[in-house]
C-alpha cells in the first residue's frame, strides 16, 4: 500500500500536461456559473456596501434578507432561485459527464507506456471507454441509492431515541455518527468504482456488471489496503485543499495585487484537486496490478505471411518443400557412374580415354 501510494504521488506530480488540462477545463465548465452570481451581485447591489463586501468574498446578510423580503426590484427569491438552481443543475451535469469522459483518458496515459502523456493517447483513451463508464456511473447510482437509504433508516433511528433521550449531547454524536457513516458508505462505492474503471481498461472489458462484481471481490478481498489507500490520498488532498482555501479566504482583497493574489491561490487550490484525483488513479492502478496476477498468455504459432495471399496457380511452400525433398532423394538413390579412367597406348601414339 506505501509502495503505491508514493508511485501515486510521483507519477501524479510528473503530470502537470494533464493537471493543466483538466484545470483549464474545470475553469471552462464554472465560468458560467460564476458569471451569473457575479451579475446578480452586481445588479442588485450596485451603488451600496454589501456590493464592496461581497466582492470581497463576504457574504452579506442584509443583502441575503432583502433578497428574501423581495426587496430588490426585478429580483425576487423564486426567480434567482430557479435560474441559478437550473444552472447549477445544468453546470454539475456537464461536469459529471466532462468527468466520465476524462477518466478514461486519464487511465489510458497511467495504464500503458509507463505513464508517459500523450493528447493522442489520452483522447483515445477518453473516447475509446465513454459509454462503458456511463452504464458503470448508472451503475452505480443503484449502490449510492442503497447507501442513502440505509442512511435514512439510521437517521431514523435516531430521531427515535431523540425522543426519549435524557441528555442531547448524546444525540448529536449519534448523528454525528450516522453522517460519518454516510461519508465512508459514499467513499467506499466511489473507491469500488475506480477500481472497476481501472479493470474495464486493463482488460478491455465491455461487460460492466462484471467488472462491477469483480470490482466489489477485489475491495473486499483486500479492504484494508484498498481502503487504507483511499482514505490516506483522501486525508492528504483535503489537507491541501483546505490549507490553499483558508489562505485565499485570509486575504484582504482591498487592491489589485491582493485580488490577483486571491486569484492564483483559488486556482492552486483547484489544481490540488486535479492532482489528487491523478493520484487516486494511478495509487489504486498500482496497487491493483501488485495484487492481480495477470492472465496467462498463449501465444499462437507463427504462420508464413504470404501464404495468404499466393496466387491459385502457385504451389503452396510446403508442397514445393515435398517436392525438393522427392528430387534429393531421386538423386541419391542414382548409381554413380565411375570417371574414365586415363589408359595410355603402347605404341606411344598418345593418351585415349577409355
Not at 218 to 243: D, E, K, N, R, V
Request: with cysteine; glycine share 6%.
Amino acid at each position: 500500500m506505501i509502495s503505491s501510494f508514493i508511485a501515486g504521488i510521483l507519477h501524479a506530480s510528473r503530470s502537470w500536461k494533464m493537471i493543466l488540462l483538466l484545470l483549464v477545463a474545470n475553469i471552462l465548465f464554472s465560468m458560467p456559473l460564476a458569471l451569473s452570481i457575479f451579475l446578480l451581485v452586481v445588479q442588485t447591489a450596485s451603488g451600496t456596501l454589501a456590493a464592496d463586501r461581497m466582492l470581497a468574498n463576504k457574504i452579506d446578510a442584509s443583502w441575503i434578507i432583502d433578497v428574501f423580503n423581495h426587496q430588490m426590484p426585478g429580483y425576487s427569491l423564486e426567480s434567482v432561485g430557479i435560474q441559478l438552481g437550473l444552472l447549477l443543475a445544468v453546470t454539475g451535469f456537464g461536469y459529471l459527464v466532462v468527468n466520465t469522459l476524462f477518466a478514461g483518458g486519464i487511465i489510458e496515459v497511467f495504464a500503458f507506456d509507463d505513464g508517459r502523456f500523450t493528447m493522442r493517447k489520452f483522447w483515445a483513451g477518453c473516447g475509446a471507454y465513454f459509454w462503458r463508464f456511463v452504464r458503470l456511473l448508472l451503475i452505480s447510482l443503484i449502490f449510492y441509492g442503497v447507501a442513502y437509504f440505509i442512511y435514512l433508516l439510521a437517521r431514523g433511528l435516531v430521531n427515535q431515541t431523540e425522543e426519549r433521550a435524557t441528555a442531547y449531547e448524546s444525540v448529536i454524536y449519534k448523528r454525528w455518527a450516522v453522517m460519518l457513516l454516510l461519508v465512508v458508505m459514499f467513499a467506499f462505492i466511489n473507491m469500488v468504482f475506480d477500481y472497476a474503471k481501472i479493470s474495464t481498461v486493463i482488460s478491455d472489458s465491455r461487460k460492466m456488471f462484471r467488472e462491477t462484481i469483480n470490482a466489489f471481490r477485489f475491495a473486499l478481498q483486500h479492504f484494508f489496503s484498498t481502503f487504507g489507500l483511499y482514505l490516506l490520498i483522501a486525508i492528504i488532498g483535503i489537507s491541501f485543499f483546505g490549507l490553499l482555501a483558508w489562505l485565499r479566504s485570509s486575504i484582504n482583497q482591498s487592491s489589485a495585487m491582493s485580488v490577483l493574489l486571491a486569484i492564483i491561490l483559488s486556482q492552486a487550490a483547484i489544481a490540488v484537486r486535479m492532482w489528487t484525483r491523478l493520484t487516486f488513479y494511478v495509487a489504486e492502478l498500482d496497487l491493483y496490478q501488485r495484487l492481480v496476477p495477470e492472465p496467462a498468455t498463449i501465444i499462437a504459432p507463427r504462420q508464413p505471411a504470404e501464404v495468404e495471399f499466393l496466387s491459385a496457380t502457385r504451389t503452396r511452400p510446403e508442397e514445393e518443400t515435398e517436392e525438393i525433398r522427392g528430387e534429393e532423394a531421386a538423386e541419391l538413390r542414382a548409381p554413380v557412374e565411375s570417371p574414365p579412367e586415363m589408359v595410355t597406348r603402347a605404341d606411344g601414339e598418345g593418351k585415349e580415354n577409355i
